[in-house]
């Protein structure tokens, strides 16, 4: 009577035992139905879109002396709750207000997540730069750069980056600069 059984090695130990043949087979079709059910309970990635609205400066004609200008625009950032001078240079007619955290929705567009727009809180930073065009014509150049930081969470809700975004500006603030400025201006 033969006492092997497979499986059962009969070298020097007899305690040790080979691999079945078809284990490595077996292996391999665990390892696909496993890496298959993680790739079906990930779902799609959310990516990130840009905004569709371009980034560009806002540019209005006064019909007004550079001088008279200059002094509007001073007393319309004075007056504004959260629009503070941080530098005014009336030699080279530019003034850069201190950077500010605004709301996305209604200020400018951020892009999207996925299909989600993001949202949250961008800090905006304002340069306006006005330049004499005639003797009662002044240029008024407004830009106003938003930024907001993204966190990328992975499939647990943890944090794992943030990327800060470039937003395009709804043009909202710059119009009730340049609206401020009329009203100040008009006869």
Known sequence: MDDRQEGVSTGSRP????????TGILTAAVSVALVALLWACAGPMAQWTAPEAPFAEHVYLIERDYTSTWHALLRVFHDLPRGKIAEASPSRGRIVLQDVEVPVPGHCDCGRMGKKPL?????????VRINRQ??????????????LDVPFEDIYGKKVRVRTVECASSGRFEGQIHRRVLRLLQP
Do not use: E, F, H, K
């Not at 305690?15 to 078809?22: N, S």
């Not at 949250?120 to 930073?125: E, I, K, S």
């Open 15 to 22: 305690d040790t035992l080979t691999p079945a043949r078809g």
């Open 119 to 127: 949202d949250g809180n961008a800090v905006r930073t304002t340069r």
């Open 134 to 147: 005639a003797p009662q014509q002044t240029r008024l150049v407004i830009r106003c750069t938003y930024q």
